[in-house]
């Protein structure tokens, strides 16, 4: 099976800056669609970035436009989401997914099982 592990979460500062990094096995990055989504406590799970499978376009959604930034690392076979200007409301728990299909879904194939990202005074 396709692996996915996430890292780099942790307690952080209103304003502050993160980079999660998502390390994958089994399969290239290039074939795959693969983005990160995240689960605030008591919250459903959220779209937060993508990048398409044979493209490489990246989306993001509209709560972190200008403030996070995605990108990969295909001999890596690693991803990352920079975070910077972080606020409480970025408080969940963060992961990363992939996809067979072109695009990023809430059907991804596969996941990770999340780092934890804590932005607090």
């Known amino acids: 099976q396709v692996q996915l592990v996430e890292s780099g979460g942790g307690l952080v500062q209103p304003g502050g800056s993160l980079r999660l990094s998502c390390a994958a096995s089994?399969?290239?990055?290039?074939?795959?669609?693969i983005g990160w989504f995240r689960q605030a406590p008591g919250k459903g799970r959220e779209g937060v970035s993508c990048i398409t499978r044979s493209d490489g376009s990246t989306y993001y959604g509209d709560s972190v436009k200008g403030r996070f930034t995605m990108s990969r690392d295909n001999a890596k076979n690693t991803v990352y989401l920079q975070m910077n200007s972080l606020k409480p409301e970025d408080t969940a728990v963060y992961y990363c997914?992939?996809?067979?299909?072109?695009?990023?879904?809430?059907?991804?194939?596969?996941w990770g099982k999340g780092t934890l990202v804590t932005v607090s005074s």
């Open positions: 089994t399969f290239t990055l290039d074939s795959y669609a």
């Open positions: 997914a992939s996809s067979r299909s072109e695009r990023c879904s809430n059907a991804m194939d596969y």
